[in-house]
C-alpha cells in the first residue's frame, strides 16, 4: 500500500493530472473502482484492459482495491502518461504493463507532438498482440471525446481484444428524452453556451467551437453501434450530469459483453408452465 500512496503523490505533483481532467487521482481512481466492481468481474484470473489508462488513477485504485487481480494492461496514444506509468506503475507492479498506440485526438495531439520520438503500435500490431486475450476492458471518459466515425472504430477494436464472454464497461453521454429536456431547459450540470445537433439530431455538440469537449449520442444509436462492433448491451446506468440528483455516476455508464461461441446444437428449453390460480 505504501508504494500505492507513494505513486498516488507523484500524480498529484504531475502537471498530466491536469491534462486526464485533475482532481484527486486517488478519489477519481476510486469512484471509478465502484463502478467497475458492479460490473465486471475482477479476481485472480482476470486480464484487465485499462483503456486510455492516462496517468494510472484508475489502475492504481483497481490494484489498491484487488490486490490479487491477474494482470491490468494500459493502453494510451500520450507517450508521456505512458512512460509515466511504466516508470511508477509497472516497475513496482509485475502484474502490470503499458502499451502506447497510434491515435490522435483534438484535446491531446498538443501534448503527442510535445513528446521525444516514441514509437506508438497500430491498432492491427495490437491486435496481433492481444486479439481475444481480455476477460474485461473499462474505458472512462473516452467515449465522451470522440467523433462517430471514432466511436465506431474503437468500439470495434474493444470487441475484438475481449475474449469470448469478455466483458467491456465504457462511460459516454447518452441522448434520452430525459437529458434532452435537461439540454433544453439548461437544468444539465453543464453550462452550455453556443451547441449543435447533427445526424438528424442523433448527435448533441456541447460546443461546435470545440467538438470533443462534450458529445453526446442518442442511446439507440449507442445501442447500435454496440450491435455493429459485435457486442451484447447487457446495462445502462445513466449519471447526473442531466441534473438528476440521484444518479451514483457523472457520465452515463454502459456494460456489454463479446458473445460466447456457440458450442453444439441450439437445444429448444421447454416454457415450464405456471400453476392455475384456485
Known amino acids: 500500500m505504501s508504494d500505492l500512496n507513494q505513486i498516488f503523490d507523484e500524480i498529484r505533483k504531475s502537471e498530466m493530472n491536469d491534462w486526464v481532467g485533475g482532481s484527486d487521482p486517488e478519489a477519481v481512481g476510486d469512484g471509478c473502482v465502484g463502478i ?19 496517468i494510472g488513477r484508475v489502475l492504481l485504485s483497481v490494484l489498491k482495491h484487488n490486490p490479487a487481480v491477474g494482470h491490468v494492461t494500459g493502453f494510451d496514444i500520450m507517450p508521456q502518461v505512458i512512460s509515466f506509468c511504466e516508470k511508477h506503475i509497472a516497475d513496482n507492479f509485475p502484474q502490470t504493463s503499458f502499451e502506447l498506440m497510434q491515435g490522435s485526438n483534438d484535446h491531446y495531439d498538443l501534448f503527442i507532438a510535445a513528446a521525444s520520438e516514441s514509437k506508438p503500435k497500430s491498432h492491427s500490431t495490437l491486435l496481433g498482440q492481444y486479439g481475444s486475450s481480455f476477460t474485461g476492458a ?15 472504430a474503437l468500439l470495434k477494436l474493444l470487441a475484438d481484444l475481449l475474449e469470448p464472454g469478455g466483458e467491456l464497461l465504457f462511460t459516454a453521454f447518452l441522448l434520452t428524452p430525459y437529458s434532452r429536456r435537461a439540454i433544453e431547459e439548461r437544468t444539465a450540470l453543464f453550462p452550455f453556451g453556443e451547441t449543435a445537433l447533427e445526424d438528424n439530431g442523433s448527435i448533441f455538440i456541447g460546443n ?10 442518442d442511446l439507440p444509436l449507442v445501442e ?8 451484447i448491451l447487457s446495462h445502462v446506468e445513466h449519471g447526473s450530469w442531466t441534473g438528476s440528483g440521484f444518479a451514483a455516476t457523472l457520465q452515463d455508464v454502459i456494460v456489454c459483453r463479446r458473445p460466447r461461441v456457440l458450442q453444439g446444437a441450439i437445444q429448444h428449453v421447454a416454457i415450464v408452465p405456471r400453476p392455475l390460480r384456485t
Open 36 to 54: 467497475l466492481r458492479r460490473y465486471l468481474t475482477i479476481n485472480a484470473s482476470s486480464r484487465l484492459l485499462d483503456f486510455g489508462c492516462g
Open 138 to 152: 473499462y474505458a472512462f471518459s473516452v467515449f465522451t471525446h470522440l467523433e462517430r466515425a471514432d466511436f465506431q
Open 208 to 217: 461546435p467551437s470545440d467538438r470533443l469537449a462534450f458529445i453526446a449520442f
Open 224 to 231: 447500435q453501434m454496440v450491435f455493429d462492433a459485435g457486442l
